[in-house]
Structure formats: C-alpha cells, structure tokens
C-alpha cells in the first residue's frame, strides 16, 4: 500500500538516491599551551612600566627645555629693551653735559662768565678776603681751606 500512496503502482517506486554518509568521527587533539609562566608576565609588566616611565621622563624634560627657551628669549628680549633704554640715557646724559646747553643754564640761573683777564688764583684770594672780613674769627688754617673749597667749586 505504500506505492500506491506515493503514486502510480506501474512504476517501481524510487528509492533513495541519497545514500547516508557514514560520518567518521575523528578527534582532534587539542593541545592546549600553557599560559605564560608568572615570572614571565611579570617580566614583560615591568619591561612596559619602565619603557612608560622612560617615556614620561623623555616628556617631562622636554618639557622643561621648552619653558627654559621661553623664559631665555623673555630674557633676551629684557636684555634688548634695556640696551635701548641705556642708549636712551646716554644721549640724554650727552645732550645735558654739552658745553653749549651748560652755558645756556649758568645765564639763565644768573652766573655771569668769568674774565679771562683776571686769574683764577686772584679771584679765590679775594673771595676769601671777603669770607674773612664777614668772620673774622677765622684761623689762617680754616683760610686755607676756604681757598681750597673755592678752588674746588670751580
């Protein structure tokens, strides 16, 4: 009854063209490594911690070279702006000691220019006459000094 279910019975009913595969099971074996021994990693541990620490060491120094460039050139530059200012100065300093100008001063605060006909030593003998007339107290020593600060006021 069976053939007749599937169908025509002058046919021989078909059988299956798939054959079963026999599957051998083989097995593969397996070798596991072992992990890495504990001396080990702790060697590559600290192989990677000192070639981090070297490289924050390498950082930090240049670092350190890029902020003692910076404060260099702020020096320089110090160094420039005061060079300026010294030139500055010293025209100033020449403009003022100029012959010309320190006449101009001593006419303008009242200093009239000495004869060249009266002697230098004529005229601090009579200035100090005249200081020995106001105080005649003075001793010939104190005189002399008075001669010498009049020479050197000149």
Do not use: C, H
Not at 40 to 56: C, D, G, N, P, Q
Not at 89 to 117: N, T
């Amino acid at each position: 009854m069976a053939a007749y279910i599937q169908g025509n019975l002058a046919r021989k009913p078909k059988q299956d063209t798939v054959q079963k595969l026999k599957v051998k099971e083989t097995r593969k074996v397996v070798v596991r490594t072992k992990s890495l021994p504990t001396q080990e990693k702790l060697l590559y541990l600290f192989t990677v911690a000192v070639l981090v620490i070297a490289s924050v060491v390498i950082l930090w120094r240049y670092a350190q070279i890029y902020q003692m460039n910076a404060a260099i050139l702020q020096v320089q530059q110090e160094i420039k702006q005061m060079q300026a200012e010294n030139m500055a100065l010293k025209q100033q300093i020449d403009k003022l000691q100029s012959p010309d100008r320190l006449k101009e001063e001593a006419v303008a605060r009242g200093f009239v220019p000495v004869d060249e006909s009266v002697q230098p030593q004529q005229q601090s003998a009579s200035k100090t006459a005249n200081a020995q007339k106001s105080q005649p107290a003075k001793t010939t020593a104190a005189a002399k000094d008075g001669t010498k600060k009049a020479v050197a006021q000149r």
